[in-house]
């Protein structure tokens, strides 16, 4: 029984951390989005294009960023199950 209780800990631990990078990578998508469709609704025709450019780049670098906070922590969790069981 011990056994089922810490995969079901580990797969509790595993959703969760799904959930919060889930939850951080919308709330900066939507952050970006949101001052570019601003920006874009006043701007002049010849001027957006340069908007869009700037907005792919912002949300590629927030990606990045939330990528590289949470990427070590899911590298962790394969040890962290292996070792459940020893």
């Not at 797969?11 to 970006?32: F, H, I, P, Q, S």
């Not at 006043?42 to 990606?63: G, N, R, S, T, V």
Request: with cysteine.
């Amino acid at each position: 029984m011990k056994g089922s209780e810490q995969t079901t800990s580990f797969d509790m631990a595993v959703n969760a951390l799904n959930v919060l990078l889930e939850r951080e990578l919308t709330a900066g998508w939507e952050k970006t989005a949101a001052s570019t469709c601003q920006r874009l609704m006043i701007a002049a025709a010849e001027a957006k294009q340069p908007i869009l450019c700037e907005y792919f780049k912002d949300a590629a670098e927030d990606i990045a960023g939330v990528v590289d906070s949470y990427f070590p922590n899911y590298l962790e969790w394969p040890g962290l199950r292996r070792n459940a069981y020893t």
